[in-house]
């Protein structure tokens, strides 16, 4: 009886070491989807993006170069977008001007639709790649001169017009901004 007793005991510990030993594994298994910011600033403002896209080109050689494809309000989105990702990373709070410990300003400078892909006919594209090209600055609240400035940072995406893959330029455009936002959270929060 008391073989048995020892038995059960051993049976039990050898369970909750092995029961502990699963949950820390299945804790530490993944990646983490949000910063773990430990800087110096808790606060951050982003200012409405300005728009500087030149739709018309003086200077361009032939007629499609000389007329650009732009989405109204694009910088409005953009800036929506760093907004979002900004709360969804929750290692900056976002704040008004006069109270936030930082200030992002942004400036759109380009948005491009380039040609990657052709049919087997060599005319016909088949896949495109979209690129958001703004100009990133962040600024200490009262300083003048930037933390860190970025002048040619990039947001893309390629889409398939045609296809199983085939999506809308808008999705793909979405999608380009979606990469712009998280790459400029993660230029804030992986500069310290």
Same mark, same amino acid.
């Given at each position: 009886m ?14 909750l070491?092995?029961? $502990?030993?699963f949950?820390?594994f299945i ?5 983490a989807?949000?910063?773990?910011y430990?800087?110096p600033?808790?606060t951050?403002?982003i200012?409405p993006?300005i ?7 003086e200077n361009a ?5 000389? $007329?650009r ?5 694009l910088?409005?989105?953009l800036?929506t977008a760093?907004?979002?990702?900004f709360m ?11 109270e936030?410990?930082?200030i992002?300003?942004g400036?759109l400078?380009e948005?491009r639709?380039d040609?990657?892909r052709?049919?087997?006919n060599q005319e ?5 790649r979209?690129?958001?090209?703004v100009?990133l ?15 040619? $940072?990039?947001?893309d995406?390629t889409?398939?017009i045609s296809g ?10 979405d ?12 230029r ?5």
């Amino acid at each position: 009886m008391k073989i048995k007793s020892q038995v059960s005991s051993l049976r039990s510990q050898v369970f909750l070491v092995s029961g $502990f030993w699963f949950l820390v594994f299945i804790a530490g298994c993944g990646y983490a989807v949000r910063s773990v910011y430990v800087g110096p600033y808790k606060t951050i403002c982003i200012e409405p993006f300005i728009n500087k896209v030149d739709i018309f080109s003086e200077n361009a050689t032939d007629l499609s170069q000389r $007329f650009r494809t732009y989405y109204p309000l694009l910088e409005a989105d953009l800036r929506t977008a760093v907004i979002n990702r900004f709360m969804y990373d929750g290692g900056l709070r976002i704040a008004a001007k006069d109270e936030a410990d930082l200030i992002l300003k942004g400036e759109l400078l380009e948005y491009r639709r380039d040609p990657l892909r052709y049919e087997n006919n060599q005319e016909d594209v088949a896949e495109y790649r979209i690129s958001l090209i703004v100009h990133l600055s962040m600024y200490k609240k009262g300083e003048e001169k930037p933390l860190w400035d970025e002048p040619n $940072f990039v947001g893309d995406a390629t889409y398939f017009i045609s296809g199983t893959q085939a999506v809308s330029e808008k999705s793909a455009l979405d999608n380009a901004i979606s990469d712009l936002a998280r790459r400029a959270v993660e230029r804030t929060v992986e500069n310290w």
